[in-house]
């Protein structure tokens, strides 16, 4: 799902790291944030709601709406689409309010 | 705790005129901004600017960041940039807190803060409207225009104010293809240039129509649509469903100010102004000395207004602390003048009308 | 009408357009811009004295077809992509159109592409003549197509298939 050529904008982007995501190998650009490396991956569910378990995903881009919250790194609630994508980085999809250890 | 002569919150267009200007004064600037870069929503516009040569018209969105903040390396001396900074408080004391990047927590106690912290989008009421696949505009923009993601294949807009327009295009320019554009009210509410763009395109756009209802299990798969009469109730029997994996919601903006009112500003509901805005004199400051406003948080508008109010806001906090430069009369004058030039015609109407109600 | 469809009426159109004399002349520009909105850089950028805005940037363009040069500046800076350029004077049987052209894949030169209407929808087949995207006009590029006389004042836009 990334844009190759665009006709305004030029993405430089930095180089291609791999990290897990719900097991799998994927892999995503240095520089990127791990919610646009998902999207881009075509994942859309990112988690899911506290009481309903209603699919969430990524919503509003910039760190307010807490829909991309996932566990990094064991790290739970990490907004996603505001954290950098890095070499290695394990992302799961977190059961509630996930553990905080 | 840090001390400091003016403040500004907020590094897009009108805190970064609004710093450009105070330093024009002499005053030295300390710039908060949460974001890792500076320009706030400039950064996803890719589409030429409307406006006159003194608001970067025609220039695209994305180089004015570039622009402004080359003209503040001039004065280097004078300015200090923090990002990845939230201005989490501001006091009655006059202190305002920091949280910057995870853990550093500071205080700090300007002689006069300008508050440029812009809107934040409006969302829908409609069945399933958490379904991944649903964004907004800001979101919609940021995937594509900022890191290069196409938000999906096939989109249904809903708005057709200007963000819904320019976005439209935008994504078509991204290689999504765009459905439809619905919006509620009965005629468009953009500038109908944007529109005719899109409307060459081939994308229909269908006023008086608005979502019924969002359709998917994991994500979106499907919306459908129906027409609305004048008073806004859906009319039975005229449902649409579109096969869309992605709907952007563009319904406006609304003022993003809630630091003015901890801070003690007297707030009014200003239907015209797109929100709740602070109670301004022509100086652009509030009910609270030396704390100024400027851009969408004072009413929601166009970057090239926020930009205007920006360099009249700077120029009146430098002013009022003590920097006062020879010019100062004609700086003012000339950007009242540009604000009465891009409020005169019919675009400007209702703005001029939210204003008339926060004088102070 | 115009408000709710964004697609201007025949009569509006045909106001923004010159004379039939004027275009088969040469290069003029037709400045679709029908409402007032605060914007002038195509009064800015015309260095012919061509259009005029005026005081109040809220005004309708005016275009003074006998100064224009058809040059395509003003096509370029226009944010509004409101303005083509239409040449009737280079045949009998064709007009050239310029137009802005914000996509990829761009057209190549002597490519045959779809004519579009302002309802982009297709009317018939154009055949690209010149693609000129110079960094002065700062990614809009001006694409030239030779379109039908019958089609003059309902041709808007181009289709480019992949």
Known sequence: MRIEEHPILKFNKGKMIKFVFDGQEMEGYEGETIAAALHAAGVKVLGKSLFLHRPRGFYCAIGNC??????????????????????GMIVEIQEGRGVIV | MKQAEIVIIGGGPAGLCAALSAAKSGSNVLIIDKNKNLGGQLIKQTHMFFGSEKQYASKRGIDIPEILIDELFKYKENIEIKTEATAVGMYEDGIITVLEKEDNYYKIEPKAVIVATGAYEKFLSFPNNDLPGIYGAGAVQTLMNVYGVKPGNKVLMVGAGNIGLIVSYQLMQAGVEVKAILDAAPKIGGYLVHASKIRRMGVPILTSHTVKEAIGNEFLEKVVISEVDEKFNRIKGTEMIFDVDVMCISVGLTPLNELLALRGCEMKYIPQLSGIVPVRNENYETTVENVFVAGDATGVEEASAAMVEGFLAGLCAAAKIGYKPDDFIDRKNDYIKQLNNLRSGPAGKHILAGIEQIGR | MFEKTGIPSAEMIMKKFPPIERINKGAVAVIECYKEIPCNPCETACKFDAINVGEDINSIPKAKFENCTGCAICLSKCPGLAIMIV????????????IPYEFLPLPKEGQFVKGLNREGS?????????????????????ITIEVDRRFLYEIRNIKVEV
């Open chain 1, 66 to 87: 807490s829909s991309c919250l996932m566990t990094v790194n064991g790290v739970a609630n990490v907004k996603t689409c505001v954290t950098d994508l890095e070499e």
């Open chain 3, 122 to 142: 297709y009317i018939t087949d154009v055949k690209v003549l010149k693609v000129l995207a110079p960094k002065s006009f700062d990614r809009t590029p001006v």
């Open chain 3, 87 to 98: 040449d009737g004077s280079k045949s009998k049987d064709t007009v050239e159109v310029k």
